[in-house]
RNA sequence: GCCCGGGUGGUGAAAUGGUAGACACGAGGGACUUAAAAUCCCUUGGUCCGUAAGGGCUGUGUGGGUUCGAGUCCCACCCCGGGCACCA
């Protein structure tokens, strides 16, 4: 009887899932064991072998434990929330939810296919109201949580509140409140707190709330009506399409992750991760003890800014409006009030023709935003008016600086000339006119704020609705603050660098320096980031011409401003020690700054010495301690002098919780007098409306705001939606309990199944979703909602599978000739040396080339086809293949009949380029070059003649394993004969698959050999955890295999062929041997060398012709894990009426594996040269007379005596000559 | 630059410091067959000697080291992949 696969497998599918086998209940009288994987997006490509890689080898573990007795809980469901529903609703207006529970059930066919035990009653999907209403409800919780810093944990917020009444806020609660992760914050007494409206004491507690409203800039694109993340924003037009985008500020929920970032770190030593996996979360936090160090400036002018108290702020709202700082502020009104006295012709001149209401709107004059003063402003419509005078070259970079600045702030800025508002004052009107109407009201003018009294533009007065700036610091006036992790180098400072973007620069620099400095400034910001990779070792930067002074010596140190020093990072300025850090090293010798050794034996003429476990030799109190004393030291002198203190800095930052879409969950806040509440338990879930289009509104506003009575009790609610790890960061909870509808999880069923014993899926995900579960955890733990401050205790990250993908490349025979493909006639132009040979006419593909192809990404990479009209050339439309593995992304192009296309790489560089046909690529050969025959109409092969006989070579697609590289330029290495003109491609690689080689062909697979096939090869392929590429030449190997297997139990003829003869020792050591090795490599998650192991029983038993239950019997259930279909089918036929999941796993048992003899490899000086066989029980000593005493022996040693012998029982002879 | 992985035949890969290349694919040869499919058998790291049986040398990215013995441990370097990046 022939194995076929087909029928079992259907047959067992169907029974599998009419007994609901693999029903879990929280059944408490067995030991448990929960295997989780990342839940899947379901995109409409369907699953590929990538996905059923992390899927077969946890269902392997699960089923094996289930033999073992465990009750093990397994679960799947869909992470359906997500961009790709999103972008396909925009498109075609269909609901998102419908398109994603087709998905969802197309997944889930496949994945039925693949003969998965999960328990699909508890199936979760993140888009479902039953399952997002805890979602909110844990934001609810969030909200309402602050995290006790001293205490290291999340607590109610009430517990907050009552604080502050009682004790008010000072600020050496600083590191207690706020872990001083938050900017310094303004102080209160509990007076003032009781005094406070009940919107000054929300917003005050919003700097606590572990989920927060904030503010964040966002690119927005008007012409597409969507918010864009930055890597679709080039060049300050949009990616797909070139449209202008807009820097425009909204109000954004964050998550205080940073709370967290001390127990994110202490967590992982419990943690059974991968080292890789750690490593990342680690660095991701980027935890650095140090201290704060502050430098008084030295110039008299520079007195710091008055605290809001000095300023005589009573504790109202207004305290809490001010963007910039104190020293800022004061310095600031004084230059505006000046200015407003003596403005120029021009700017009088202007000011009479449109003050008032003259323009239709107000107009404010000298007014401060942020840290400039503009001309004039127009407040509603965010649009400055500047008049500019005689103009050089360095202020018209500045200028150019100030708009790019006073755009971020969401403001336009229009210029004029003096002469023109002279010549014709009313046309400039006109102008503005103009320009006012044509921009929508962003923000509300406050009226209160009346330009005489408040010349302050604050943030609150222009931002779109409410948000909340800073508390008041105590202002960075007179000082500037470093951090350091080396404060033991203190005397070795020399001198002290800003970030070019320091608000200090412009500040403290001295106007005969002014020049050279903004100068400086204006070129180092401009630098893009690109720049600044590219050439680390270049040094520049300026200085300032101030001095501070040094908290210990009292010394002057010179303020310089470099661009090694990041804005984003600590304080943004750094003391720079040339002596003991190599990057101010290099500064000060570019510079010709003095460098001060700070350790002994340090040779500081050649580089700073960096190390830790030098001794510091600074004159002074330090001299003489080591590192790790002097850095103690040097901190309790700086807290003693007020000079500083310590400092625990980390790089984690807070994470953005909300997004401008539709697709996700609804945030359960709503809005009274401006100010965020969370609704009531009772209101949620909280469902998404309907919306009569996916798309955000004209102004801006989220999708959401398109939906109709969108408040609670006529207060506006929320129109952000979360993000996709929202969902993901609990849903393994859920598992636990589906259908709760009274708790996210009951208590019970949370304690009975914990953490989750095996957490299998990609580590693309080592710091996005694998950070937000843990901190998740965390807090639910804190606020004693779950009984484990961890997820997982062990994770496994499946290796990627990955394609052999096909680089574009260009191929010519001669480097002088160039093709340049010319997309408005349609024309390849080739030339040599730039002389133009010819010209090929080439038509874009037909549609029946291409139509019902599939185009795929692997994962982690992206491809964009470009959709051309075949008529005229002109550009249509990108459509996006995306895949950042399971849960993120998984897109595809499916290439449509009405859709001509050519292909082209993402970075819009390649703008002019030949056409390709992908479908070409569907050959397999592996140096298949293509060329364009014009006379035949069709790509050929250059296959049959040698390459040097071509005329031309152009483009090719050079089949090369896939790699994950975002940033590198030069991966690709062509090979002897191709000639590299352009490596970047690389870049962007296209991945295309055809009907044999498919990723996706999962069903195909299934068709021909089965599931189990596929079960065994995919664990085949190597070890878990490394990438492979895919190629299915193996696969035969594993159905040759289960065919080998089937035939054992079967005779020559159909019958069942299993006999119940006393097996043989030979029989049950093959056995016994197998049922170790599959045992022991289960457990280490080895499954290629288990697959490997049966390989080798089954061709054992083969030889031994064995058909005896008492052998085959055990070795199915063994098997049963792996190919779950083919041994119930056996195991029935074997005379089992209960499911093989019911069988008890068989137990090797050593006595059969025990050897009589032991075939000792002998070796000469480590080199093996014969072999012979001893019996085990032979001792060391005897073995080796016995060696010595051989024949053949005797004759290598041609008489000599081995100067030594080495005898390892059961191992190895070598004897030493 | 820093931090993690990794580098073994034509390919996927095995190998508690103890016979490198298990197992599988592919390739070559053979058997069966009218033929094909399927199945089975043999060979298969390189190289040299030998008619053959057999034997020698060499071989796990490179160079050193430890050891009776190194793919495995140590040092230095090269290359590939991933993460972070002028992180103070």
């Not at 199936?123 to 006790?148: A, G, H, M, N």
């Not at 661009?563 to 943004?572: C, I, K, P, W």
Request: with cysteine.
């Amino acid at each position: 009887m022939q194995y076929d696969p087909k029928d079992i497998e259907q047959k067992w599918r169907e029974k599998w899932q009419n007994d609901k086998t693999y029903r879990v209940l929280n059944d408490a009288s067995k030991p448990k064991y929960y295997v989780l994987d990342m839940f899947p997006y379901p995109s409409g490509a369907g699953l590929h072998v990538g996905h059923p890689l992390g899927y077969i080898a946890s269902d392997i573990v699960a089923r094996f434990k289930r033999h073992q007795g465990f009750n093990v809980l397994h679960p799947m469901g869909y992470d359906s929330f997500g961009l790709p529903a999103e972008q396909y609703a925009i498109q075609t207006g269909q609901h998102p939810a419908k398109t994603t529970e087709e998905n969802a059930a197309r997944y889930r066919q496949q994945l039925d296919a693949i003969g998965f035990s999960f328990d699909w009653d508890r199936e979760v999907r993140t888009s479902d109201p039953s399952f997002y209403k805890w979602t909110q409800w844990i934001f609810i919780q969030l909200f309402e949580s602050w995290f006790d810093h001293e205490a290291q944990r999340a607590r109610p917020i009430a517990e907050l509140i009552a604080r502050f009444e009682e004790q008010g806020w000072h600020p050496s609660d600083a590191c207690a409140l706020t872990g001083d992760v938050e900017e310094e914050l303004g102080a209160f007494a509990a007076t003032e707190w009781n005094a406070f409206d009940e919107r000054t004491k929300q917003r005050i507690l919003q700097h606590f709330r572990l989920a927060y409203l904030s503010e964040a800039w966002v690119n927005w694109c008007p012409a597409l009506g969507t918010v864009l993340a930055n890597d679709e924003v080039k060049d300050g037009v949009s990616e797909r399409g070139g449209h202008p985008v807009e820097r425009k500020r909204m109000p954004q929920w964050s998550m205080r992750i940073t709370a967290y970032a001390q127990r994110l770190i202490d967590g992982l030593d419990t943690l059974d991760w991968s080292d890789s996996i750690k490593e990342a979360q680690r660095n991701w936090i980027g935890r650095s003890e140090g201290a704060l160090v502050r430098f008084k400036l030295k110039n008299k002018d520079l007195t710091p800014g008055p605290s809001p108290e000095e300023r005589g702020v009573s504790a109202s709202d207004s305290r809490f409006r001010e963007t910039t700082n104190g020293f800022l502020w004061t310095k600031l009104i004084e230059r505006a009030k000046h200015m407003r006295s003596n403005p120029t012709e021009a700017e009088e001149l202007l000011w009479q023709t449109i003050r008032g209401h003259s323009t239709g709107g107000r107009i404010r004059r000298q007014h401060i935003i942020d840290k400039f003063i503009v001309d004039f402003v127009s407040i509603p419509k965010q649009l400055v008016i500047e008049v500019d005078g005689d103009i050089h070259d360095l202020q018209q970079e500045e200028d150019a600086l100030r708009t790019l600045h006073l755009g971020e702030r969401g403001f336009k800025v229009i210029r004029f000339r003096n002469e023109e508002v002279l010549r014709d004052p009313e046309a400039v009107r006109l102008r503005i006119i103009a320009e006012l109407d044509a921009r929508p009201d962003i923000a509300k003018d406050d009226e209160r704020a009346d330009e005489e009294h408040s010349p302050l533009s604050t943030e609150e007065e222009l931002g779109v609705r409410s948000h909340f700036s800073p508390l008041p610091g105590r202002g960075v006036g007179g000082e500037v603050e470093v951090f350091t992790t080396r404060p033991d180098t203190l005397f070795g400072v020399t001198f002290v660098t800003l970030a070019p973007e320091h608000e200090l620069v412009e500040l403290i620099t001295p106007a005969e320096r002014r020049d050279e400095v903004m100068a400086y400034v204006t070129m180092a910001k401009n630098r893009s980031e690109r720049d600044r990779m590219a050439d680390v070792k270049k040094v520049s930067g300026v200085f300032t011409g101030a001095y501070c002074i040094h908290p210990f010596t009292g010394k002057e140190v010179p303020v310089w401003v470099g661009d090694y020093v990041l804005g984003g990072y600590g304080t943004g300025a750094v003391m720079a020690v040339p002596g003991g850090d190599q990057r101010d090293w290099n500064f000060a010798s570019h510079f010709g700054l003095p460098i001060i050794a700070v350790t002994e034996g340090a040779d500081i003429s050649k580089e700073a010495d960096e190390r830790k476990d030098a001794i510091i030799c600074s004159e002074g109190f330090l001299k003489g301690l080591a590192v790790p004393e002097a850095i103690t030291r040097a901190i309790d002198e700086l807290v003693k002098l007020g000079a500083g203190e310590r400092r625990i800095n980390y790089r984690l930052r807070d994470a953005a919780f909300g997004r401008q879409r539709y697709w996700g969950e609804p945030i359960p806040i709503y809005y009274k007098d401006g100010v965020p509440y969370a609704l009531p338990e009772s209101e949620l879930p909280l469902k998404l409306p309907d919306v009569d289009k996916f798309l955000p509104t004209e102004d801006g506003e989220p999708p959401l705001a398109r939906a109709a009575n969108w408040n609670y009790q006529g207060h506006p609610l929320e129109t952000t939606t979360m993000p996709g790890w929202a969902g993901s960061s609990w849903y393994f909870l859920r598992y636990m309990d589906p259908q709760n509808e009274g708790r996210f999880a009951s208590p019970e069923a949370i304690d009975y199944w914990q953490q989750i014993d095996l957490y299998v899926g990609g580590s693309e995900h080592a710091t996005g979703h694998l950070l937000y579960f843990r901190f998740w955890t965390k807090f639910l733990k804190d606020r004693g909602y779950i009984n484990f401050d961890e997820p997982a205790k062990k994770l496994v990250n499946q290796g990627m599978i990955v394609g052999v993908s096909k680089y574009f490349q260009e191929v010519r025979v001669d480097p002088s000739i160039k093709a340049v493909w010319d997309k408005k006639p349609k024309q390849l132009h080739i030339r040599r040396n730039g002389t133009l040979l010819k010209s090929i006419e080439i038509p874009v593909p037909t549609a029946q080339d291409v139509t019902g192809h599939h185009v795929f990404c692997s994962y982690g990479c992206r491809l964009d086809l470009d959709f051309f009209d075949p008529a005229t050339g002109d550009y249509i439309k990108t459509v996006r293949a995306e895949d950042r593995a399971d849960s993120d992304f998984v897109s595809e192009a499916v290439i449509d009949s009405k859709s001509e296309y050519v292909i082209r790489p993402l970075d819009g560089w390649l703008r002019a380029e030949p056409v390709y046909r992908p479908i070409v690529i569907t050959d397999r050969a592996v140096d298949a070059y293509w060329h364009y025959e014009p006379g035949k109409r069709q790509w050929l092969s250059f296959n049959d003649e040698p390459l040097e006989n071509q005329e031309l070579a152009f483009w090719t697609l050079r089949p090369e394993i896939e790699k994950m590289s975002k940033s590198k330029m030069n991966v690709v290495t062509p090979d002897e004969k191709l000639r590299k003109p352009i490596g970047l491609f690389a870049k962007h690689i296209g991945y295309y698959f055809n009907e044999a080689d498919s990723i996706v062909r999962i069903p195909g697979i299934v068709e021909k050999y089965g599931a189990d096939t596929l079960r065994l090869y995919e664990m085949f392929l190597g070890p878990l955890e490394q990438s492979k590429p895919w190629d299915t030449n193996g696969i035969e190997g594993t159905f040759r295999f289960l065919r080998k297997f089937w035939n054992l139990f079967h005779g020559v003829g159909d019958a069942f062929g299993v006999t119940d003869d006393a097996p043989t020792k030979p029989e049950l050591k093959v056995l016994h041997a197998t049922l170790k090795k599959v045992t022991e490599d289960i457990e280490k998650m080895s499954f290629n060398t288990s697959v490997a192991q049966f390989m080798i029983a089954v061709n054992e038993l083969g030889s031994l012709k064995c058909t005896k239950r008492a052998v085959l019997e055990p070795l199915v259930v063994a098997l049963a894990p792996f190919a779950p279909h083919i041994a119930e089918e056996l195991w029935q036929k074997l005379g089992h009426n209960t499911s093989i999941t019911t069988a008890v796993w068989p137990k090797w048992d050593a006595q059969y594996l025990v050897e009589d003899n032991f075939s000792y490899p002998i070796s000469f000086n480590g080199k093996t040269r014969l072999q012979l066989e001893f019996p085990i029980a032979l001792d060391a000593k005897s073995v080796e007379a016995a060696v010595l005493a051989n024949p053949e022996v005797q004759q290598r040693l041609e008489g000599k005596a081995p100067k030594k012998v080495i005898v390892v029982p059961k191992r190895i002879v070598n004897i030493v000559v």
